[in-house]
């Protein structure tokens, strides 16, 4: 290839650099130029332009992407059409990514024209998540380059996706005197909301004493189930203490113990009767990311885990900042009465006192879905959603007649009086409602594909400060909704004015934010009457 300025008048075939403005519209970057792109740049005063012209043997960029592109699909990934010399990949199941680093490595080396950037080892992706995306830098590439990386990739894939199976899993929690019961119907919770993206449930739960020997009675009463999770009332420090000690009374194994991720380190790996059993560390009971997750979801695609296996997880191992020693920061984290640390509370805010303005003078939240309005059906959603503190309902447009759909449901209604000035009035209005939460999920009322699994797996991302202050829902990897935001953004929220939400406080605040992709769930609102219809609601236009 050969790039540079060349007359406007000797350019026709070559690959335009730099989109340039004519008096028909615009000549894109990457065009071929024609006779008829010549004549319409010379008329427009143009004298040279900044080309390439391709030798035999290139390939324009978006060939050469698709072509790479069309080589890294495999079962369980899809691969998009090539645009600006780009090819992304994405996940249709959810399972874990698997890239081979030294795959990949190899086929960066080929060239530097040439780039495959892809997620990390391990990553949990759902449906319609990106997980790697081909850029061919200069508008062409050697096609010798091109067949270099097919070479590479006809030896073996640079990734694959190992889909989640649904499992039935048994849960067995002990107790000691001080243990409360709140505690552990929290932590069932929040196990059952860790285990849905793969489709696996808890199918019986026991509880009993913090006891060896009982312990082992209620391990050998587990018959359906593919996977145990043992949450014992005292962290296991010793391969002696009591969930290891129980395992081997029941006639099990115990494989590994220890790991070095932190926060997790107290986790315990063994199996009996053919089936995993995983002592869960005590941070398991916390949504919050941590080594658990990571034993967890390998269990959940079929990838073993072995003692060497978990050593290996040392590097990228700190999930998070571990309290300075001898003692924590003060006031750093809240904890109730037993010293437990409790995680950030959420608190769900509802927009539902829009105008509906795009509907043709009529409430889109009063339409018709499965024959209840769309705002109930919006806030029993909200209410589904097991890790959420309380929920808000925003209303302002046909207030009375919104109220009266919500009827019987357990909501604190907020007035907005000034919701003809914009959503921000509404935002606004919501996180005055909610000022005793840590963090306030913004929801529209619009979103009927929304579940309330989604919104627990958004509250579960949801930090409260640093990294996760932010959560924004996605859809293949555009930022959509809802989002959440932490409290500590009031005075930012406070400043929105106008028909504007979150985006401006997420866009100043990049480091903050985590997404999770959702999939359509995310991007899906019912704004006109024929989105609406699309989505199954009714309309009753009186």
């Known amino acids: 290839m050969r790039f540079g300025q060349l007359p406007t008048r000797e350019a026709e075939g070559a690959l335009l650099a730099h989109s340039q403005a004519v008096a028909t519209g615009r000549i894109a970057k990457g065009t071929r130029l024609s ?112 067949e270099a990386v097919l070479k590479v990739l006809a030896e073996g894939p640079a990734f694959r996706l190992a889909p989640f199976r649904a499992r039935k899993v048994a849960l067995i929690q002990t107790e000691l005197a001080g243990t ?12 059952d909301a860790r285990l849905s993206p793969s489709g696996s449930s808890v199918v019986g739960e026991t509880r009993t004493a913090h006891e060896a020997q009982a312990l082992a009675q209620r391990l050998k009463e587990v018959d359906d189930a593919d996977l145990v999770l043992v949450f014992g009332a005292s962290a296991v420090i010793d391969e002696d203490d009591v969930v290891p000690a129980a395992i081997r009374l029941a006639g099990g194994r115990v494989d590994h113990l220890g790991m070095p991720v932190d926060p997790g380190n107290l986790l315990l790996l063994g199996a ?31 990838l073993p885990v072995s003692g060497e296996d978990i050593r290996k997880m040392g590097v990228g191992g700190l999930l998070m900042e571990i309290a300075s020693r001898p003692r924590p920061r003060e006031g750093e984290r809240k904890e109730d009465g037993d010293g437990e640390a409790d995680d950030p509370s959420v608190d769900i805010v509802v927009l539902a006192a829009g105008k509906s303005s795009r509907m043709g003078g009529t409430n889109k939240l009063l339409a018709a879905f499965d024959g209840k309005p769309l705002v109930r059906r919006s806030v029993e959603t909200a209410l589904a959603a097991r890790n959420a503190a309380s929920v808000h309902v925003v209303v302002g447009h046909m207030r009375a007649d919104v109220v009266a759909a919500l009827d019987g449901l357990d909501v604190q209604i907020v007035g907005n009086p000034n919701y003809s000035d914009g959503l921000s009035t509404s935002v606004k209005a919501g996180f005055l409602a909610a000022r005793e939460a840590d963090g306030i999920l913004v929801m529209l009322a619009d979103q009927p594909l929304l579940t309330g699994k989604d919104l627990d797996r958004l509250i579960a991302a949801f930090t409260g400060k640093g990294r996760g ?49 959702i999939g359509p769930a995310a991007s899906l609102d019912v704004d006109t009457p024929e989105a609406l219809e699309a989505a199954g609601g009714r309309l009753d236009r009186g």
């Open 469 to 517: 202050a932010i959560v924004a829902a996605c859809d293949r990897g555009e930022r959509r909704n809802p989002v959440i935001l932490s409290r500590q953004f009031a005075d930012a929220v406070d400043a929105l004015s106008g028909d504007v939400g979150a985006a401006r406080i997420i866009a100043a605040n990049p480091d903050a934010l985590i997404e999770i992709d």
């Open 272 to 302: 009996l009767g053919g089936r995993p059993v995983v002592g869960a560390p005590g941070c398991a009971r916390s949504p919050k990311e941590n080594g658990f997750d990571w034993i967890i979801n390998r269990l959940l695609a079929d």
């Open 180 to 191: 409360r019961p709140k505690t552990l119907d929290k932590t069932r919770r929040i196990t």
């Open 35 to 146: 006779a008829g792109d010549i004549e319409a740049l010379a008329e427009a005063g143009i004298a040279a332009v900044v080309a390439a012209r391709l030798d035999a043997d290139d390939l324009a960029e978006d060939e050469a992407a698709a072509r790479i592109g069309a080589a890294l699909g495999g079962s369980g990934l899809s691969v998009a059409g090539a645009a600006t010399g780009r090819v992304n990949v994405f996940a249709e199941a959810a399972g874990l990514f698997m890239p081979d680093r030294a795959v990949v490595d190899r086929i960066n080396a080929v060239d530097p024209s040439i780039t495959l950037a892809t997620l990390g080892e391990f990553e949990p992706v759902g449906p319609g998540r990106m997980v790697a995306t081909v850029k061919i830098i200069p508008l062409a590439v050697a096609g010798g380059s091109v």
